[in-house]
């Protein structure tokens, strides 16, 4: 007589059926696109079932992941579930190079003081930021930096993003060897009650580590009348990827030269301030004044070559930050945009381009 199957027996013989009938090991848990026509600007990834965690899915995916990054410079994680500062935390975690996170930024407020998670720039809504590469004029920057959007804009409010590998071929050829060989002198006027103070940018009240922090980096400083500084520091404006060995175009040239601000803004911070007085400028790095046909020539370009696309809540982007810079459009309403950045690079460790 046949003897059953015991119930454990059962189970697993069950178990086994059903991985029988829904084999995952062919089966694609994400696919990837591209938004447009825009081909090598920027790679979408979405989930095929509910239910993944981005986190999980980005630490099993690192090298694919890598690869993809060098590639594009941009990735768009959209339609997995990610609903809070905390899971977007986890995935940044999990997309670092070495499973940390750069906390010691002064430029942004952070979302969550115990977190290494900040708001994004608290800029006039009705005014657009302009491109950058995070970090670019200071001597060090995170390699990685990260958005998530908590809340969509009721009107406008996208995040460009340009290619800087395309923009140093884009570029006049002039213009990229004056950059190359003079490089770049960016100048910060911290006065009371006009941008971050020095206080919050360098974390602390005490003069004397702002200047040990400034020799360290090799920030020139200087203090004038009671409690104004002034820093100014030399960078380069094109440099070679450290990775892909790629030229690019990687500075904060739009969001420090005054002639970038909109008519009326210009004509009201040169009404207050002489022209070494304002809280930001960009020059040659020899000091000498970046000519506006220059810094037109160079908006045409950006303008050019950037794309948009629309938020959606739950989007996470993703960005190389030497190979792509970013900017922000001018929005109506509630927008919510947090960021996280991981993998410094220090400029010392760069290679001459």
Same mark, same amino acid.
């Given at each position: 007589?046949?003897?059953?199957?015991?119930?454990?027996?059962?189970?697993?013989?069950?178990?086994?059926?059903?991985?029988?009938?829904?084999?995952?090991?062919?089966?694609?848990?994400?696919?990837?696109?591209?938004?447009?026509?825009?081909?090598?600007?920027?790679?979408?990834?979405?989930?095929?079932?509910?239910?993944?965690?981005?986190?999980?899915?980005?630490?099993?995916?690192?090298? %694919?992941?890598?690869?993809?990054?060098?590639?594009?410079?941009?990735?768009?994680?959209?339609?997995?579930?990610?609903?809070?500062?905390?899971?977007?935390?986890?995935?940044?975690?999990?997309?670092?190079?070495?499973?940390?996170?750069?906390?010691? %930024?002064?430029?942004?407020?952070?979302?969550?003081?115990?977190?290494?998670?900040?708001?994004?720039?608290?800029?006039?809504?009705?005014?657009?930021?302009?491109?950058?590469?995070?970090?670019?004029?200071?001597?060090?920057?995170?390699?990685?930096?990260?958005? %998530?959007?908590?809340?969509?804009?009721?009107?406008?409010?996208?995040?460009?993003?340009?290619?800087?590998?395309?923009?140093?071929?884009?570029?006049?050829?002039?213009?990229?060897?004056?950059?190359?060989?003079?490089?770049?002198?960016?100048?910060?006027?911290?006065?009371?009650?006009?941008?971050?103070?020095?206080?919050?940018?360098?974390?602390?009240?005490?003069?004397?580590?702002?200047?040990?922090?400034?020799?360290?980096?090799?920030?020139?400083?200087?203090?004038?009348?009671?409690?104004?500084?002034?820093?100014?520091?030399?960078?380069?404006?094109?440099?070679?990827?450290?990775?892909?060995?790629?030229?690019?175009?990687?500075?904060?040239?739009?969001?420090?030269?005054?002639?970038?601000?909109?008519?009326?803004?210009?004509?009201?911070?040169?009404?207050?301030?002489?022209?070494?007085?304002?809280?930001?400028?960009?020059?040659?790095?020899?000091?000498?004044?970046?000519?506006?046909?220059?810094?037109?020539?160079?908006?045409?370009? %950006?303008?050019?070559?950037?794309?948009?696309?629309?938020?959606?809540?739950?989007?996470?982007?993703?960005?190389?930050?030497?190979?792509?810079?970013?900017?922000?459009?001018?929005?109506?309403?509630?927008?919510?945009?947090?960021?996280?950045?991981?993998?410094?690079?220090?400029?010392?460790?760069?290679?001459?381009?």
């Amino acid at each position: 007589m046949k003897q059953r199957p015991s119930l454990r027996e059962s189970i697993r013989n069950n178990i086994q059926e059903k991985r029988k009938i829904i084999d995952l090991t062919h089966f694609d848990l994400t696919k990837s696109y591209h938004l447009d026509d825009q081909q090598d600007i920027l790679l979408v990834i979405e989930p095929n079932i509910d239910g993944i965690n981005l986190g999980n899915w980005v630490t099993n995916n690192k090298e %694919y992941i890598q690869t993809q990054l060098a590639k594009y410079g941009a990735i768009l994680f959209r339609n997995f579930p990610v609903e809070s500062a905390a899971k977007f935390e986890e995935f940044a975690y999990a997309a670092s190079t070495n499973g940390e996170l750069f906390d010691e %930024y002064g430029d942004l407020p952070r979302d969550d003081p115990g977190a290494k998670v900040y708001h994004s720039t608290p800029y006039p809504a009705d005014k657009s930021i302009l491109f950058h590469n995070e970090s670019s004029h200071m001597h060090r920057w995170p390699m990685k930096i990260m958005f %998530y959007c908590v809340q969509v804009a009721e009107k406008g409010g996208s995040t460009p993003i340009l290619d800087c590998r395309q923009a140093y071929q884009a570029l006049d050829s002039n213009i990229i060897k004056q950059m190359t060989e003079k490089k770049l002198m960016y100048v910060r006027n911290f006065i009371d009650g006009l941008d971050v103070s020095w206080q919050q940018f360098f974390g602390t009240t005490q003069k004397e580590r702002v200047e040990e922090y400034c020799r360290m980096a090799q920030i020139d400083f200087e203090w004038k009348g009671k409690n104004q500084l002034t820093t100014r520091t030399r960078c380069p404006a094109v440099v070679r990827h450290p990775y892909t060995g790629e030229a690019l175009f990687f500075n904060q040239i739009q969001l420090h030269h005054i002639s970038c601000l909109d008519q009326a803004a210009r004509a009201s911070m040169l009404a207050m301030f002489c022209q070494h007085d304002l809280p930001r400028n960009v020059y040659y790095g020899d000091g000498t004044p970046i000519e506006d046909s220059v810094i037109s020539e160079i908006s045409a370009t %950006y303008d050019q070559l950037a794309m948009r696309f629309q938020w959606q809540p739950g989007d996470v982007i993703l960005l190389d930050n030497m190979i792509k810079a970013h900017a922000r459009d001018p929005f109506e309403g509630r927008r919510k945009i947090l960021v996280a950045m991981a993998d410094l690079m220090y400029q010392k460790n760069l290679s001459p381009c």
